[in-house]
């Protein structure tokens, strides 16, 4: 996959030396410090050139006569390099591309060396659309923003950052195209390849006020989130379901979800080095494909046969056996989940469930398909759908095999919020993103492959 990848980065280190014969390194031996220290003034300088819509930006380094030249234009574009990935981390520049090819030359006098190497950025816009493309952004990250609580915690609101943009993004294939590395295209468009995943990332978390910094190696990009005092990888790009073997194509993986540099898979370098040392998260038994909701420092998650629940300041992992679990949610401190047909909560206060509701009235469906010898009639059950749950405001949503229906956690009241009991089309699924309720659909398969999403409601 990383080879596939690396087709699609849109950067390039060139250069075309006259009195010198410099070549771009493509090493990371430039300790992460000195990038740091000596990246500001570059960065400065294009975050200047960005505003300005430069068509090139040009910057000039000085060394000593006894200086190994080839040795200090590597280190040089490797700080342009990181400056770069740095001002592109930054909300204001979503509209340039990481498409900046730099070349080299370099100028010998008796006193020593000029190195002058040229960045030359491409914009998806001019200054006459910005404002345009500005507010569809900022209305983007307001909607994709919508779900997240304020109160939650920044391991939430990084939870819910990392899946909110790989259900909403489709990686785009053709990694030629130099929209796909902005976080527009990914945000607006829903469409990107890693360096759009990735800085959407950093967008959206550095919205919610969460640290973040791009970091690469030669073949991908990827982000950095700071949760405490400790910093942690996050690769959305790696993480969607194209990509990480999930059955269902509306999937999220999180293998590679706050990893440290140890346990960070498929990723040998990258630059700046040596600033994930944490593995706090490195054993957590969210490396499966699906959703999970997170309270108190506890993480729950459902799969075919138990609720997952992981204590992250011990790292441990305790599974409750249950059969044919579809989703979780929490209200207050009880996590409602729906089991082989019956609503049910459980309270981690007390280690107990307790059952709520039936949901069996309608999953059964059978179907008739007339063939040309008769008649053959087949029977899909939906059990390991049924049903999918959302816990929303004070209501817990879910889906039957024909309607959306609602249970109010105070009431106890069963309100229908939509229902299809017309049409031959059965519902597989719900998701909840902000205040609008989405529903999936198929033909009776029992696969979310060929499902559908649709807009149900305002909720």
Same mark, same amino acid.
């Given at each position: 996959?990383?080879?596939?990848?690396?087709?699609?980065?849109?950067?390039f280190l060139m250069m075309s030396p006259l009195s010198a014969d410099i070549s771009p390194h493509t090493g990371n031996s430039v300790c992460a410090e000195a990038a740091f220290k000596s990246s500001d003034t570059i960065a400065s300088?294009?975050?200047?050139?960005?505003?300005?819509?430069?068509?090139?930006?040009?910057?000039?380094?000085?060394?000593?006569?006894?200086?190994?030249?080839?040795?200090?234009?590597?280190?040089?574009?490797?700080?342009?390099?990181?400056?770069?990935?740095?001002?592109?981390?930054?909300?204001e520049f979503f509209y340039v591309t990481d498409h900046?090819?730099?070349?080299g030359t370099s100028y010998r006098d008796v006193n020593g060396f000029d190195i002058r190497i040229s960045c030359s950025p491409q914009y998806i816009t001019d200054k006459k659309g910005l404002p345009k493309l500005k507010k569809r952004l900022d209305k983007e990250v307001k909607t994709a923003l919508s779900g997240m609580d304020k109160s939650w915690s920044d391991l939430q609101k990084a939870a819910y950052i990392h899946d909110r943009i790989i259900m909403d993004v489709k990686y785009e294939k053709n990694g030629s195209s130099r929209y796909g590395s902005t976080p527009y295209a990914a945000l607006a468009d829903k469409k990107a390849f890693c360096t759009g995943y990735a800085r959407a990332f950093s967008l959206l978390a550095s919205?919610?006020?969460?640290?973040?910094?791009?970091?690469?190696?030669?073949?991908?990009?990827?982000?950095? %989130?700071?949760?405490g005092d400790h910093m942690y990888h996050?690769?959305?790009? &790696? /993480?969607?379901?194209?990509? +990480?073997?999930?059955?269902d194509k509306d999937a999220v993986c999180h293998s590679y979800f706050l990893k440290s540099d140890k346990g960070l898979k498929d990723h040998a370098s990258y630059r700046p080095a040596g600033l994930a040392k944490s593995g706090k998260y490195d054993n957590m038994g969210w490396d499966s494909y699906e959703p999970f909701v997170i309270k108190d420092d506890i993480i729950f998650f459902t799969n075919s046969d138990s609720l997952n %629940?992981?204590?992250?300041?011990?790292?441990?992992?305790?599974?409750?056996? &249950? /059969?044919?679990?579809?989703? +979780?949610?929490?209200?207050?401190?009880l996590i409602f989940f729906a089991e082989n047909g019956t609503l049910k909560y459980f309270s981690p206060k007390t280690n107990s469930t307790k059952d709520i509701l039936s949901l069996k009235d309608d999953w059964i469906v059978v179907k008739t398909t007339r063939l040309s010898y008769g008649t053959r009639t087949e029977t899909f059950g939906f059990r390991e759908y049924l049903a999918q749950i959302a816990v929303h405001g004070d209501s817990v949503y879910y889906n039957l095999a024909h309607s959306i229906k609602s249970y109010d956690i105070r009431t106890g009241k069963v309100n229908t919020v939509y229902s299809n009991a017309k049409s031959d089309d059965v519902i597989v699924g719900i998701e909840i993103k902000g205040n609008k309720l989405y529903g999936r659909f198929n033909d009776g398969r029992r696969s979310y492959a060929d499902s559908r999403t649709y807009f149900i409601k305002d909720i």
């Open positions: 996959m990383k080879k596939t990848i690396a087709l699609f980065i849109a950067f300088k294009l975050r200047r050139s960005y505003r300005s819509f430069d068509s090139k930006v040009e910057f000039t380094f000085r060394a000593g006569k006894n200086t190994d030249i080839q040795a200090f234009a590597d280190k040089k574009y490797e700080e342009i390099t990181d400056a770069l990935y740095e001002v592109l981390s930054e909300k900046c090819y730099l070349t919205e919610a006020g969460l640290k973040t910094r791009l970091v690469y190696n030669d073949d991908h990009i990827w982000d950095l %989130v700071k949760l996050v690769d959305c790009t &790696y /993480d969607d379901p194209l990509f +990480c073997n999930a059955p %629940v992981c204590f992250i300041p011990e790292n441990r992992m305790t599974a409750l056996k &249950y /059969d044919s679990l579809a989703g +979780c949610g929490f209200y207050g401190d």
